[in-house]
């Protein structure tokens, strides 16, 4: 399996707008893309804070996935509303 985990900030002001946009299109195309499971995470402490998680069954799908075409408008509506992005990519150990 592998993760990938990206934190990140949202305005506040575009907050409403970024999770409907998520919860509607983002989310429901990688899932329907080969991603295994798509979580969103928000800090209670720090409300602008994110962390997305991706699970992929393998490096090669991921790889695949990520790099579709059809990947492009969904990663540019993400990119709208993210600032301050870092990825990680967990090989799962155990």
């Known amino acids: 399996m ?12 575009k907050q ?13 195309f990688w899932e329907s893309h080969a991603c295994e499971s798509y979580t969103l ?16 069954k393998d490096e090669a799908t991921m790889q695949t996935v990520m790099s579709l075409e059809d990947a492009q408008p969904v990663k540019k509506l993400f990119s709208q509303f993210a600032n ?11």
Do not use: C, G, H
Request: proline residues 6%; hydrophobic residues 40%.
């Open 84 to 94: 301050n992005v870092t990825r990680k990519t967990y090989r799962q150990a155990v």
């Open 16 to 28: 409403d707008e970024y999770l409907s946009i998520t919860r509607d299109r983002i989310k429901p």
């Open 41 to 56: 995470w928000q800090a209670p402490e720090e409300p602008t804070s994110f962390i997305k998680e991706m699970v992929f």
């Open 2 to 13: 592998i993760k990938m985990v990206f934190m990140y900030e949202v305005v506040k002001e």
